[in-house]
Each structure stands twice: as structure tokens, then as C-alpha cells.
């Protein structure tokens, strides 16, 4: 069972964290972090902030564009998560382009990885995160993402991170993501560790 443990001073980090790496011994561009933020609502429901990233990836010799959309607003259900708080439960919105064309296009929700996270932990916990999985980047077969499903809460230390692979035709697989290389888990977790010692 693929579990990721998180200290709980970086969970909202690892939530949604979107890094620009470079390519080798220099760095061409800085590393952009985006980080999970919570709102409290007049409601008193949790929000978690709305995210937008776009960028580029070579596959197989050619360049493709991506975009993915995080939302969490008002049209989305209430998560109670175990110690009784109340959010707003996540879905994010993946685009694909080679070009002109449109290779993938689907909004994820949590019931999308009904099959790969526990059921009674998906009663208490939300789609939190949604970023470009790094630790791919020699991969040039395929793009790839991770989603995770979490409790929103920053104190939890427990969630679930589901890789996404879209190939370039546009053919989808999921399953549980491995080898990402967090222990310890940290901000900016998702940069390739052959790349750290150059940024």
C-alpha cells in the first residue's frame, strides 16, 4: 500500500507544488513553489486555494503543452475530515496539447480514485493536491502527474499520492505512485534528486 507520511508543517506544501527544474549542471530558471492555502469562509467551511500552472514537456522528440486547473469553491461537496472541520473538496482540470491538438482533457474528482485509496479514508478526506510528478523528468515516454488525496487539515499526516500517466495519445492509467523519493518529505519535494545538488 503506497502511504505517504507527511510532517505537518509541510503538508500544505506538498499539497500543490509546482517547481520549474533545471536541466543540468546550471540552473536556467528559478524554482517557482506553489503552495496549498486554507481560507475560512463566513460559513465557517475551509476552502483550499484555487491553483492555475501551465507549462511544457518533451515526449518521445516532440513538445507538449499542459495546463491544469485546481478549484475548490462553493459548487464543490463538504468534506468532514476526522476531527470534525469542514471543507470544501477539491477537482482539477487537466488539459494536453501537442501543437494545435488536444491530447487529453478530463476534470478529476476524488471519486475518480475511488479504486485506489481506501474507502473509509475517502469519507474523511479531499482531492488537496494536483501537480507535475518530477521525478519522471528522464522519462520521455509519457507525461506524468500526481494527484493526492489527503485531509485538508495542515496537522495530518497521512494521504494518499495517485500517479496519472498520459501517453501521447492521449491513453490514461492510474495507479499508486512509488519511488518519489519524499522521505523526508519537504517543500519542493518533487524535484528530482539528481537535480537538487545544481539548484
Known sequence: MSIIHFS???????????LLVSCGAKQ????????????ETPSGIIHLRELHVADSIEVEGKTYTYRYDFISNDSMPVVRNTQGDEYRDGQVTL??????????????????????VPAKFMDTSALVGFTYNYTKL???????????????????DIAYPIQVRITPAGAMTMEKATGLDTEPIHPGMTI???????I
Not at 8 to 18: D, H
Open 8 to 18: 505537518s508543517s509541510v503538508f500544505k506544501s506538498i499539497a500543490l507544488t509546482c
Open 95 to 116: 488539459l494536453v496539447r501537442q501543437g494545435e491538438r488536444t491530447v487529453f482533457s478530463r476534470t478529476f474528482k476524488k471519486s475518480d480514485f475511488n479504486q485506489l
Open 192 to 198: 528530482d534528486p539528481t537535480e537538487e545538488d545544481a
Open 28 to 39: 536556467e530558471k528559478p524554482v517557482v513553489e506553489k503552495v496549498a492555502e486554507t481560507t
Open 138 to 156: 528522464d522519462d520521455h515516454s509519457a507525461l506524468y502527474f500526481i494527484a493526492t488525496v489527503g485531509d485538508p487539515d495542515e496537522t495530518a
